[in-house]
Nanobody, 114 residues
Framework: QVQPVESGGGLVQPGGSLRLTCAAS????????MAWYRQAPGAQRELVAS???????SYATSVKGRFIISRDNAKNTVSLQMNSLEPEDTAVYYC????????WGQGTQVTVSS
């Protein structure tokens, strides 16, 4: 099974924006909703945003109105546009199906700091 590959993280100031992208295997992408998860130091991994194959979206309360998840079914990619970033958004971000059935990838680090 091929792990998802996440990219696009970095260091950004509070109030800034980042766009994360994930390439996933077709065998997972074509069968499941896809989601972004994050894990902050010392915390459990949490679901941030999810999108079905028909593009119905859902968000964690903490990111609603600031983050936008999207998917390209032809390219097997899922993206997360993150706006108005806050220090509390600092974490390693992962993508996986929802529910998570793929092996976890390396993730991409997002650090929000002045």
């Amino acid at each position: 099974q091929v792990q998802p590959v996440e990219s696009g993280g970095g260091l950004v100031q509070p109030g800034g924006s980042l766009r994360l992208t994930c390439a996933a295997s077709g065998s997972i992408f074509n069968l499941y909703a896809m989601a972004w998860y994050r894990q902050a130091p010392g915390a459990q991994r949490e679901l941030v945003a999810s999108i079905t194959r028909t593009r119905t979206t859902s968000y964690a309360t903490s990111v609603k109105g600031r983050f936008i998840i999207s998917r390209d079914n032809a390219k097997n990619t899922v993206s997360l546009q993150m706006n108005s970033l806050e220090p509390e958004d600092t974490a390693v971000y992962y993508c996986n199906s929802n529910p998570s059935v793929a092996y976890w990838g390396q993730g991409t680090q997002v650090t929000v700091s002045s």
